[in-house]
């Protein structure tokens, strides 16, 4: 492999956070509002914005809720006009996925999705790793036109899913791009790196940070109370970034 070959995508959810993905040495952002929730559609605000302050290319999620990926018909429909609004305010590439109840990809609405973002690329996101065979959903994801698929190995983390990674690389012979992600940190990005083969890896390289708030009332929470607290932040770091790039740097 060539020397600099990595290319790291961060998902951010934050301004912020995207200047400091880009800063730390991150090659992509994945645009999406509310991690907690594994990243669902963010606010076309926030895309003009961090695309004001950021050259690197920006992949919007396109993701109308949090939950499962089996969507509805309304669904489908906020889906696509979402697609036509973040295409029309400079998204350079979408991140998104759907599923059929028994585990399969639902190919006839990606392909409704995939032709509503053209000419934009689009990486399939982590539904893949909700699906029933995944070296068959592999195949159906290369006929349909995605140019990469974001993925664990089907596990908690793409570290434990590892064997799995490794496989749909060597299955997917370049026709389409295998981005590990899920739980990347320092600690185990090299390992993955090497024993995947792979050339992109995605992370979000967070830190927290406490609310510069004084005032604080501690009995209301915004959301369930399994929420992040309302004042603490998570933001990517840039030094986090920078030792993840230095990592993939030094990795042959």
């Known amino acids: 492999k060539k020397k600099q070959g990595f290319l790291m995508e961060v998902c951010v959810d934050s301004v912020e956070s995207a200047i400091n993905a880009e800063r730390g040495g991150a090659g992509r952002l994945e645009l999406c509002s509310s991690l907690l929730e594994g990243g669902i559609t963010p606010s076309i605000g926030l895309l003009q914005v961090v695309k004001q302050y950021v050259r690197i290319p920006v992949y919007t999620m396109i993701r109308p809720r949090g939950g499962d990926f089996l969507y509805s018909d309304r669904e489908v429909e906020v889906m696509k006009k979402d697609i036509e609004l973040v295409r029309s305010h400079g998204a350079d590439g979408l991140v998104l996925g759907a599923l059929t109840e028994d585990g399969r990809v639902d190919a006839e609405l990606c392909m409704e999705l995939l032709a509503v973002s053209r000419p934009l690329p689009v990486t399939f996101h982590r539904a893949f790793d909700m699906v029933h065979d995944p070296m068959v959903t592999l195949e159906t994801l290369v006929s349909l036109g995605f140019e990469r698929v974001l993925t664990s190995g089907c596990d908690c983390s793409a570290l434990e899913g590892l064997p799995l990674i490794k496989r749909l690389v060597e299955q997917a012979k370049g026709r389409i791009t295998i981005m590990p992600g899920g739980g990347i940190t320092e600690r ?16 979000s390289a967070r830190s927290s940070k406490d609310s510069a708030m004084k005032f604080r009332n501690s009995c209301v929470n915004m959301g369930a109370s399994l929420t992040a607290p309302e004042y603490g932040l998570k933001v990517a770091d840039v030094s986090k970034v920078r030792s993840l790039n230095a990592i993939a740097k030094n990795t042959l």
Do not use: T
């Open 188 to 203: 185990n990005l090299q390992r993955i790196l090497e024993s995947s083969g792979v050339l992109e890896f995605h992370c």
